[in-house]
């Protein structure tokens, strides 16, 4: 059973625009009220969908009768909004998640995309994808019907001239509760999104993903994926201390990188099927790039997370990773893979949507 949305008006300042991650603290009398009722196996999530005519709404996502009751009592919510860096757009950050030009080409050609059809942009950022999505449809003499969508208003105004004009739409909305109707989309694809959400989070985004597909459409992924989980622990553990250098506070606890192994568990069990790698490649990353494009040439948080580092790489991956340190550059190489998944054509393969964040 999907899980219910329920919307409530919420008054925020236009200030607070673009921090997605919300603390949810319920009164006293209201959690007295709450631990009488409910378990442990019920969860409520909160979520703010931001508007651009500042009418931001609250959600409520949790099973049906718990949030009828939840909205039936009025009950007092107070939120903490905090940063999560995506409200500050720059070129020069978008710039980091390009990728080469024949990985455009894999994903694009991955989506399988047809005359006529719609495919879904999702967690879109600037647009690089929907941009590239255009020129290639345009090189096969194709038309395509792209949707843009991405829960920060500010990376949706990066989005470049052309590609606005071109899209069928544009929408600020969070992947964990998307605006648009079931099987809609002939594809959809996520570029550098998936690890953007916590981990309890992820199975949300490739649920609602599943929800809106054609039967038979593919979800394509682009994104680091570990090999090992040594790797992994030094990826995450890299990105949460730049978010932290950089006072990206929800970015900390929320990025989550998954290994192979996870991601097509994951894939599996919110019931896609025949999932594929279609490329690997491997990318540098480097510490001293992150002196411009994060710290605003800070070297104090060049050598904090070079020593950060040093302190957490293993000799088990040092090959592994092709560990390079000159003393003021570290740089490691990160898997870089696109996967390819399908909405099963038959719903009776479709296994019902459970909970899978505890996986
Ligand atoms: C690393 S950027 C990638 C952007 C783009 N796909 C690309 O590869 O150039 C991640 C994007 O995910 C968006 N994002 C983060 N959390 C999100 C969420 N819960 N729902 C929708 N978008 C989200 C951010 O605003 C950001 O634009």
């Known amino acids: 059973m999907r899980n219910k949305r329920k919307f409530i008006p919420l008054n925020l300042e236009d200030d607070l625009l673009g921090h997605p991650t919300t603390f949810l603290t319920l009164s006293e009398e209201a959690q007295a009220f709450v631990s009488k009722i409910i378990d442990d ?10 508007e651009p005519n500042s009418n931001h709404r609250a959600s409520l996502h949790g099973p049906p009768d718990l949030i009828d009751l939840f909205t039936s009592l009025n009950l007092q ?78 990376q949706l105004g990066l989005i470049d001239q052309n590609t606005r004009l071109k899209a069928t739409d544009i929408t600020i909305a969070d ?34 993903a599943l929800r809106i597909l054609k039967p038979g459409g593919p979800l394509v992924i682009w994104d680091l994926v570990p090999g090992s989980g040594e790797v992994q622990d030094l990826l995450c553990a890299q990105k949460k201390k730049i978010s932290a250098l950089t006072h ?22 919110v019931g896609f099927k025949d999932t594929e790698r279609v490329s690997r490649t491997y990318s540098r990353d480097s510490t001293m790039d ?43 190489m990160i898997p870089n893979c696109i996967y390819r998944t399908y909405k099963p054509v038959n719903l009776e393969d479709n296994i019902p949507l459970t909970d899978t964040s505890s996986r």
Not at 42 to 47: A, E, G, K, P, V
Not at 95 to 115: M, T, V, W
Not at 293 to 319: M, P, Q, W
């Open 41 to 50: 196996s019920f969860s409520i999530r909160f979520s703010i969908d931001f």
């Open 248 to 269: 990206r506070e929800s970015l900390i606890f929320d990025r989550f990188f998954l290994r192979e192994d996870q991601l097509l568990r994951l894939l599996e069990d």
């Open 77 to 154: 919510v107070r939120c903490d909004i905090i940063a999560d860096g995506y409200n500050v757009a720059t070129p020069e950050r978008a710039a980091i998640y390009c990728g080469q030009p024949q990985e455009f080409e894999k994903f694009a050609l991955a989506l399988g995309l047809g005359n006529d059809c719609k495919v879904l942009d999702l967690m879109c950022g600037s647009g690089t994808v929907s941009c590239y999505l255009f020129q290639f449809a345009q090189e096969r003499g194709i038309t395509i019907q792209c949707s843009l969508c991405d829960s920060h208003c500010e």
């Open 290 to 332: 992150k002196l411009k494009t994060e710290f605003g040439g800070d070297k104090c948080k060049l050598e904090i997370l070079n020593s950060y580092l040093r302190e957490r790489v293993t000799h088990a991956i040092i090959d592994e990773v092709c560990w390079e340190d000159s003393g003021q550059n570290i740089s490691i």
């Open 175 to 208: 992947g964990r509760g998307l605006p648009y109707p079931n099987e809609l989309f002939d594809a959809v694809a996520i570029k550098m999104g998936l690890h953007e959400v916590p981990q309890a989070d992820q199975p949300l985004v490739l649920q609602e």
